[in-house]
């Protein structure tokens, strides 16, 4: 049976869940931003940077599928359109009740302001706590009982252009909001965390290998910056797994990693990479 010898067989890595591999791959890239800048290297020596630049992307792509998303702009903007058609109606309810309850002396247009009051609110506001699509619905409809009556006019008369203006631009708003002016965007793919976790577990041992296969007895220097760069792996304190006998857990064993260490099995692959053990 032939055997193998790429980084992937011959580093073993510690027991690593999504967060912990994030944490791990930072603290290398940071030790090695570190150790450049002690040195005044102008750049690590080519293998190693191009592997620490690999483990880099690595790391992003994995904190960007496990990264907390909150609530969907969707979801957030559907009560806040809603309170703003609510808002608008009930502006103009009271500007326009205003204009019908002065005397007819002060108010030469009180007729067609009444008249209006009478089409848009004769059940006054209640239409607002309706649900959402039958809310958008009353609204649409009076909204094209003003444009059927003419009554743009009555609210240039009595200079309430903005009120309209504003139920207008709510309106279009709620009906986007709603998905029903417009469609319903497309759900996002769900988030490959597995496939980015052994992404970066790949990086890791390819990142480990180029560093420790760097130490040369006969180049200066070259043993004590590979030690360094490996250090945060060689320290890593590994999270106690339950032993066979059922009874109570043990650290699981930290593989050699570094100039010297005896090939080692590949790690068992985690169980469930997308959620962060407690």
Not at 50 to 77: F, H, I
Not at 141 to 159: N, S
Not at 228 to 246: C, I, N, Q
């Amino acid at each position: 049976m032939a055997r193998s010898f790429t980084s992937q067989d011959l580093i073993a890595l510690p027991r690593l869940s999504a967060a912990e591999a994030v944490v791990l791959a930072t603290q290398l890239i940071t030790t090695a931003d570190a150790r450049q800048k002690e040195l005044r290297l102008k750049e690590l020596p080519m293998t190693i940077g191009r592997s620490k630049g690999r483990l880099a992307a690595a790391r992003d792509a994995l904190e960007a599928v496990t990264r907390p998303q909150g609530v969907t702009a969707s979801a957030q903007s559907k009560p806040k359109a809603d309170r703003a058609i609510d808002n608008a109606w009930s502006a103009a309810y009271d500007w326009l009740s205003g204009w019908c309850r002065l005397p007819p002396e002060r108010n030469p247009h009180r007729e067609e302001a009444m008249s209006l009051h009478d089409l848009v609110f004769k059940g006054g506001l209640g239409f607002t706590k309706l649900p959402y699509k039958v809310e958008w619905k009353e609204s649409k409809d009076r909204l094209d009982a003003i444009t059927a009556g003419r009554h743009e006019r009555t609210f240039k008369k009595l200079g309430g252009e903005a009120f309209l203006a504003h139920i207008q631009e709510a309106h279009d708003a709620y009906g986007r909001a709603l998905h029903i002016t417009a469609p319903k965007p497309e759900a996002a793919p769900a988030a490959d965390v597995r496939g980015a976790l052994l992404a970066l577990l790949a990086a890791l041992r390819d990142y480990a290998t180029r560093v420790a296969a760097y130490a040369d007895p006969d180049e200066p220097g070259s043993e004590a910056l590979s030690a360094a760069l490996l250090e945060p792996l060689a320290t890593w304190e590994s999270r106690p797994v339950a032993s066979g006998g059922g009874g109570e857990d043990e650290a699981t064993p930290q593989a050699p990693v570094g100039p010297g260490a005896a090939p080692a099995a590949p790690v068992e692959e985690p169980e469930e990479p997308a959620a962060d053990p407690a």
